[in-house]
């Protein structure tokens, strides 16, 4: 079977590597092409890393749409996204004001000057003009001639929502030419923090029963297309195939001392904290008086976010050891056995709102939220995906670093009082088919019925009936 697998970025291809291996592994020749101009700058390893593994994978660059409809295309597609934040009333401000960013000058000079403009875009007649602009535009010419002479059996792209997607153009082709098409959701928080989907795939690979609400309800995508997998991306953490370091061993590389107890704050993105490095400090003040000798002897391991480590380099408490990496990402071996050290050995890890702390519920290390007021009527805690982990009760919520500091004094004293929350959040959130199932599988397999025609309830009848009974009784509840 010949798999075209178009991808965004070559910085998304870790998203997606379990399922990419499982097609090749089943003998399947994949070819994964990406968009040149949004992987510049992003290392290959991870992709070279594959390609040596296996013959039947391959890898390239995608076309771009080109000639008259591209810029008015593109624009009526983010100014569509942004309608839909208009009047999406659960997301945070933040979101909104980032799209329309992305409108033309002069949309964006009419939006900030009036409310009637703002609400005249969020209309319904304005919506379904610009669904009914994008139905009209024809595919481009060129992807489909290209889909033409290479014959694939299936086209998958991703994530095909976020701005001035060019991967949604091999959606649309596909669909014109009867090639059966299949979109998987890239991470926990797409669906709710980036643009809409502007052409519906035969098939959507959703994470979760959460995410396929938010895929209808959001994106409009129709239930019976929808498949629930898993989260591939999080796959990784379920591989006992993959290297681990000692203790003693890890605590040397990030200059640690390996007899004292340590927690590890887990940095957000920009886009959540410009600067968070005052609320590391506090919180290291906060331990280093406390009355507890215990407290007192602990180190913090900063571990920024990879797009924005500079900031930490200013800090100078001398319980804080800054872990300042070469990958912004922990996309390889070596790099995810670090990260994966760091949780495993910490007594627990602390945050505000970043997609590591849901890697630290997967590796049953305790998590704190810090809720401060500083962040509290921003994106870092009113995000449409973080109220779905809070929710969950898989996070210790603190409201300062105080009470931060005695969550942590219970978790030494052994009262971790949300392992069964983050057991089940794991199964709910992670892995709906059981811990033994790779997603990654499941997403293959899922692709392989959609290239036959199979429909999402075709797909999900088959998906079920390979399972053991003891992950059926749990995929039905």
């Known amino acids: 079977m010949k798999i075209l697998y178009v991808m965004r970025s070559i910085s998304h291809f870790t998203y997606h590597e379990s399922v990419v291996k499982s097609l090749y592994s089943d003998g399947h020749r994949v070819l994964v092409l990406f968009d040149n101009g949004w992987s510049k700058n992003y290392p290959d390893t991870p992709v070279q890393a594959c390609l040596a593994a296996n013959k039947n994978l391959t890898t390239g660059w995608s076309l771009r749409r080109k000639g008259l409809w591209r810029r008015p295309l593109f624009a009526s597609r983010e100014l569509l996204s942004y309608s839909s934040y208009l009047h999406r009333q659960d997301q945070d401000e933040f979101y909104t004001k980032r799209w329309q960013n992305y409108q033309h000058p002069y949309v964006k000079l009419a939006v900030q000057r009036s409310k009637l403009a703002r609400k005249f875009i969020a209309s319904r007649p304005v919506a379904s003009a610009l669904r009914t602009f994008e139905r009209l535009v024809p595919p481009d010419t060129q992807i489909k001639r290209w889909l ?10 991703s994530p095909v929502d976020m701005r001035f997607s060019e991967e949604v153009e091999y959606v649309k082709a596909a669909k014109s030419l009867g090639i059966p098409t299949v979109v998987p959701v890239l991470s926990w928080d797409n669906l709710t923090t980036k643009g809409l989907f502007h052409a519906i795939p035969d098939i959507t690979l959703a994470w979760n029963r959460a995410q396929a609400g938010e895929a209808a309800s959001i994106h409009h995508v129709p239930a019976d297309k929808i498949v629930i997998t898993g989260s591939p991306f999080l796959d990784k953490w379920f591989d006992a195939s993959l290297p681990t370091i000692p203790r003693d061993e890890f605590c040397r590389r990030v200059g640690l001392d390996p007899v004292r107890p340590f927690i590890v704050y887990l940095g957000s993105s920009a ?5 968070e490095t005052w609320l590391v400090e506090k919180l290291a003040a906060s331990l280093r008086n406390a009355t507890d000798k215990r407290l007192g002897e602990m180190t913090i391991l900063a571990r920024p976010h990879g797009a924005n480590q500079e900031v930490y380099k200013k800090i100078s408490a001398p319980n804080v050891k800054v872990w300042l990496r070469d990958n912004q990402l922990p996309d390889t071996p070596g790099s995810f056995a670090e990260f994966a050290a760091s949780l ?30 500083e962040y509290r009527n921003t994106n870092a805690s009113r995000a449409v995906h973080f109220q779905y982990i809070l ?6 919520q603190a409201e300062t670093v105080e009470q931060a500091t005695s969550v942590i004094a219970d978790l ?28 990654g599988e499941v997403a293959a397999r899922a692709i392989e019925l959609a290239a036959r025609g199979k429909s999402a309830a075709q797909i999900n009848s088959e998906i079920g ?11 039905e509840q």
């Open 412 to 439: 030494l004293d052994g009262k971790d009082a949300k392992r069964e929350n983050r057991r089940k959040f794991i199964l709910d959130f992670i892995r709906p088919y059981g811990l033994e199932l790779s997603a």
């Open 148 to 157: 033409k002479e290479n014959r694939p059996d299936v086209v998958v792209a």
């Open 465 to 475: 009936s390979r399972l053991p009974e003891r992950e059926k009784v749990k995929s």
């Open 344 to 373: 495993r050995y910490a007594v627990c890890a602390a945050g505000l709102n970043t997609t590591a702390m849901v890697d630290a519920v997967i590796a049953d290390c305790p998590v704190i939220t810090l809720l401060v007021d």
């Open 391 to 396: 929710d969950a009760g898989v996070y210790e």
């Open 271 to 275: 886009n959540i904290a410009r600067d």
